[in-house]
């Protein structure tokens, strides 16, 4: 088939990796471009859209997200770190950088009982029949500070220390770059926004910014928080992007459809249900997503020693330290209901450099090498959703689990259309 996808972040870059392995035309369209703006890089005129993938530090953390989603939601997350395994290796090298030697949480004394309350949530969670059909059988492991002395020597200063096995991180930004790379053959279109995304009966179509409205043999949304037809947020010093920006009415004409070059000559072999064709699908706007500010900092800091990606249980911020590479370091974990896009705040900036240095010694010579600021999409409650009817699918709504249920709500979604096979992994979910 001939088939376009709105979106090309994470989730649109990993589909069309996909989808022309597995024989079709695919062309993807976004308003960013191909590389990451971060935000503190960004010109004088302020915000350039780039995808949320490459601000995310890239935690793949099942059992410590077990605190912000429902275990059957983050039981996905034990699927897509196999996934992750073998779409790396298929990747050609130099590939992106994938470890899995479990995560650290970690506490101060005064924060005990904050941090026993998250473990009794954890522990609540992993009772769940959904979780314990998909998680290996390792749990929480309590460390004394000999252990995770022998574990992280260059952690210092936390009183209590935790050990999850299994989880890890993978480098977003390398990744984002390779699978764009490796998708030779499709066809990408910066610069250009999809308005909505519509589909019927044998088709679906994309409504450009620019007026245009490409046929497709099927369409794909997964423009995340673009999926919104909003005005752009109000900058600093306009307003100071504070709340969220007020929604705007296209008006553009419905020009007649244009079918991209074979776009239907090469019908798919195994075409989807019929159920729904008929009859226009919903935008996927309609899904109620919304954006949620999140900040991350970016430290060059030679000789960290870090090896694990740790979580600080900190009362205001569950802090989390990823090493990214031998030197570079990200440190995030604000969650603010807000879709401004403004620079970090002083306040997100201090608390968690600060709290990050409570607990790796070695920050205080750190240089900052950048702050940026992107939107998590988000919908109603707070998990993900894959919507498809006739020629038309939908992912969104991965709100701080992008990297984590990625390859995994992919892989269901491509199951459910039957347009690519199943990647075969060591270990299937139950």
């Known amino acids: 088939m001939h088939i376009g996808i709105a979106g090309a972040g994470l989730l649109g870059r990993l589909l069309a990796w996909r989808l022309v392995r597995a024989g079709h035309a695919v062309q993807v369209f976004d308003a960013a471009g191909p590389a990451p703006v971060f935000r503190s890089q960004a010109p004088e005129q302020g915000y350039v859209p780039t995808a949320a993938g490459f601000t995310a530090a890239g935690m793949l953390s099942p059992m410590a997200e077990l605190d912000n989603a429902e275990p059957g939601v983050a039981a996905l997350g034990w699927r897509s770190i196999a996934l992750w395994r073998q779409i790396l290796a298929e990747l050609p090298a130099p590939r992106p950088r994938l470890s899995v030697q479990g995560s650290v949480l970690l506490a101060h004394r005064g924060d005990a009982g904050a941090a026993q309350r998250v473990l009794d949530r954890l522990h609540a969670a992993t009772l769940a029949p959904e979780w314990q059909r998909a998680s290996p059988p390792e749990l929480v492991q309590a460390l004394d500070m000999a252990a995770l002395r022998a574990l992280e020597p260059s952690i210092a200063g936390p009183a209590q220390a935790w050990l999850l096995p299994g989880e890890g991180f993978i480098d977003t930004v390398v990744t984002m770059h390779a699978l764009h790379a490796d998708a030779a053959q499709t066809q990408w279109h910066w610069g250009q926004p999809v308005l909505a995304v519509d589909a019927g009966a044998g088709g679906g179509t994309l ?85 949620v500010r999140g900040e991350v900092i970016t430290l060059d800091c030679p000789g960290h020693g870090l090896t694990r990606p740790v979580r600080l249980l900190h009362p205001r911020h569950r802090v989390y330290i990823v090493p990214r590479s031998a030197r570079q370091l990200i440190v995030g974990a604000s969650e603010i209901e807000s879709e401004d ?22 920050l205080a010579e750190a240089r900052i090498e950048r702050l940026d600021v992107n939107l998590r999409p988000a919908l109603p409650d707070n998990n993900p959703r894959i919507e498809c009817a006739g020629r038309r699918l939908a992912i969104n709504g991965l709100f701080r689990h992008g990297w984590l249920l990625a390859p995994a709500l992919v892989e269901q979604a491509l199951q459910q259309t039957g347009w690519a096979p199943a990647i075969d992994t060591e270990r299937e979910l139950a």
């Open 341 to 362: 896009r403004s620079p970090v705040s002083l306040r997100s900036a201090v608390e968690l450099m600060a709290a990050a240095h409570s607990v790796l010694p070695a």
């Open 207 to 291: 409504r450009l910014a620019d007026g245009r409205v490409l046929a497709f043999d099927a369409v794909i949304d997964v423009r995340g928080v673009g999926a919104r037809a909003l005005a752009p947020s109000p900058l600093w010093g306009e307003g100071r992007g504070e709340g969220p920006a007020a929604p705007t009415e296209h008006t553009l004409p419905a020009p007649t459809p244009t079918l991209p070059q074979r776009g239907r000559e090469h019908p798919h072999p195994n075409p989807l249900p019929r159920a729904g064709e008929g009859a226009s699908q919903r935008d996927a706007s309609a899904m109620g997503v919304r954006g």
